[in-house]
């Protein structure tokens, strides 16, 4: 199998052991230098698994041979392939039709490869019944109905399943997986840290709900100290879990990265991807000469926390303009193009200026107006209209976090547990859910088009009437108005209503203060 993003295609690996000439050993069909290292690592793992190497000139095919192929995962064809056309392993072609896939160690182990989810499905769509794949990643692959998964530990394991239709003991005899069913993958998670934690700070915590419920995306700012990155810390708590189709989304973009824990079959919560402001722009939107997925495809479905945001340089931030409106990346190089999802949610946090103390209520700002035009142009304005919520978190006073009084209202037991804010923001997205049932890849409000918010989002005269002063009043862009009524939907649904009314606006409203 080769990929191109997300995309897989078949690859047949012929092989050709002829009697006469001397002795070699080639592969051609468009190879890279891990494929071609495979000679090796094929060589040794055949003579080590107690099978005779052929001492005759072989060459292997991998058709078709203007695909580029990369990496390690053809030592496992190439090998049974070499086994069969030398007749070290007797076996019809009909005996043995399937695909096999899978790195091999010098002892003939097979290793942990990465793709075998999209190995799975590609068989599926192809009608191939059975796949023989690593054991450490065969869970991956058992998810698929209708496609039998072997797990193969090594070689010679597989030599002996393969010749056992020619009269070996049936005890020899591989028996497939049974197949996952995605429900039992899926379960939540307990969370590491609850929004129980977080004193005070009810708005950032109403404005986190709004996000994690449509799926909006959402910037705090304020002082060092204030909670933000605590805020963020506990945002994966009150994330609903992964729908079925959802975590094979997920799980797709972290098989072909590689990334997929051994023996797991699915990805089990939504992904929470918060990289470092040094990471380069490759780092962030993917690349590479076989273009990899960058973080916001591995945040895809889940959140991309960028910490610091001004921290961050802008011609790095810029990049994810066009992802956050499409909902996918598209990395072009000279030798290919790949597309990877990239539908994220953005939770982003920021001091004022650079010293953080600007507009604090106890502390003085010690930066000259021009450092905070400075800091200020790192994020420009493009990216500030791509973001739903705007939120100004304020410092808590030191009171509320050293006092002893046991009154109801400074009690930990009395706040919102994650699990609370987490059922509603569960009921709120099965209403999406069934919103968007025709909408094939539409799983939240956020992820509407215009034309989706004319169908879903209804207004009366009065609240058109009022988004028509709030226009006036903040100057919104067409963008940022087709997110207000998105935002509004949310809060609507959060309230388990079908209608949006005014207050829901009024609410959405709020968030586009100018906080930045």
């Given at each position: ?346 939770l982003a946090s920021a001091n004022p200026c650079p010293c953080g103390f600007l507009n604090h209520p106890y502390k003085e700002c010690r930066c000259g107006e021009r450092a905070i035009e400075k800091y200020r142009k790192r994020i420009s304005g493009p990216i500030l209209d791509r973001i739903d919520l705007h939120v100004w978190v304020d410092p808590v006073e030191v009171n509320k976090l050293t006092s002893q009084d046991n009154s109801k209202q400074d009690k930990v037991e009395s706040r919102e ?100």
């Amino acid at each position: 199998m080769a990929t191109v993003g997300l995309e897989s295609q078949e690859v047949l690996v012929e092989v050709d052991v002829a009697s006469k000439g001397f002795p070699a050993f080639e592969i051609v069909g468009l190879p890279d230098k891990a494929v071609g290292e495979s000679r090796a690592r094929v060589k040794k793992a055949i003579e080590n698994s107690g099978y005779k190497f052929p001492d005759k000139r072989i060459t292997v095919n991998l058709a078709p041979a203007g695909v580029r192929k990369v990496g390690s995962n053809y030592d496992l064809p190439i090998a049974v392939g070499i086994l069969l056309a030398s007749e070290v392993i007797g076996v019809e072609k009909k005996e043995i039709e399937g695909y096999y896939y899978g790195e091999l160690g010098l002892s003939g182990a097979v290793k942990h490869s990465r793709g075998v989810l999209l190995v799975g499905m590609l068989a599926k769509d192809n009608g191939i019944k059975e796949i023989f794949v690593p054991v450490e990643s065969s869970s991956e692959a058992a998810v698929i109905e209708g496609v039998s998964v072997y797990a193969v530990r090594t070689l010679g394991q597989l030599g002996d399943h393969l010749s056992v239709q020619v009269g070996l003991a049936n005890n020899k005899l591989m028996k497939p997986l049974s197949t996952i069913p995605i429900t039992d993958v899926t379960r939540e998670v307990e969370p590491v840290v609850d929004m129980r934690e977080v004193i005070g700070q009810e708005l950032a915590k109403r404005a986190a709900e709004i996000s994690a419920a449509g799926g909006h995306n959402l910037i705090l700012v304020g002082p060092p100290g204030a909670g933000k990155t605590m805020i963020a810390k506990a945002f994966p708590s009150i994330l609903p879990p992964l729908l079925p189709e959802e975590a094979l989304e997920v799980t797709k973009i972290y098989s072909v990265s590689g990334m997929m824990p051994a023996g797991q079959a699915l990805v089990r919560r939504r992904p929470f991807r918060s990289p470092h402001h040094t990471t380069s722009r490759a780092g962030l939107i993917g690349g590479g000469s076989n273009p990899m997925p960058g973080e916001i495809s591995l945040a895809h479905l889940g959140v991309l926390f960028l910490d610091e945001l001004p921290e961050f340089p802008r011609s790095t931030l810029e990049v994810l303009r066009q992802p956050m409106e499409d909902g996918v990346v598209q990395i072009t190089r000279v030798a290919g193009k790949a597309e990877y999802p990239a539908s994220f949610l953005l939770l982003a946090s920021a001091n004022p200026c650079p010293c953080g103390f600007l507009n604090h209520p106890y502390k003085e700002c010690r930066c000259g107006e021009r450092a905070i035009e400075k800091y200020r142009k790192r994020i420009s304005g493009p990216i500030l209209d791509r973001i739903d919520l705007h939120v100004w978190v304020d410092p808590v006073e030191v009171n509320k976090l050293t006092s002893q009084d046991n009154s109801k209202q400074d009690k930990v037991e009395s706040r919102e547990s994650s699990k609370m804010i987490r059922e509603r923001v569960e009921k709120a997205r099965k209403m999406q859910e069934a919103r968007f049932a025709e909408h094939n890849g539409i799983y939240s409000n956020s992820q509407m088009g215009n034309r989706l918010v004319k169908k879903y989002c209804k207004l009366s005269s009065d609240v058109r009437e009022f988004l028509t002063t709030a226009n006036t009043k903040y100057n919104l862009s067409a963008r940022a108005y087709y997110k207000v009524i998105k935002v509004a939907r949310t809060i609507a649904d959060l309230a388990g209503v079908d209608e949006i009314g005014l207050e829901h606006v009024a609410e959405a409203v709020q968030y586009r203060e100018d906080v930045w």
